[in-house]
């Protein structure tokens, strides 16, 4: 008598794919679906004062936004 769960691998079936990308789908819409959460602005409000005579690295707007954008 043959054992009808060989121990084998089985071939992937349409049905097996269709569920797996509904799977991916339903995350992925759950993931645009949740709230973001964002770091508090604190950080940018204690900066140290500016070098007396010039140069030293400064965080300005433009750099402010430059970092949002590489975070996204």
């Not at 973001?36 to 004062?49: C, D, K, N």
Request: aromatic letters at 6%; a positive charge; glycine letters at 10%.
């Amino acid at each position: 008598m043959q054992d009808s769960q060989s121990a084998g691998p089985q071939p992937a079936s349409r049905r097996g794919f269709f569920l797996g990308a509904a799977s991916v789908g339903a995350a992925a819409a759950a993931v645009t679906v949740l709230p973001r959460v964002e770091a508090p602005a604190t950080a940018a409000s204690t900066l140290p004062p500016a070098p007396e005579k010039g140069g030293g690295y400064t965080l300005s707007e433009h750099v402010k936004r430059y970092y949002q954008s590489t975070s996204a």
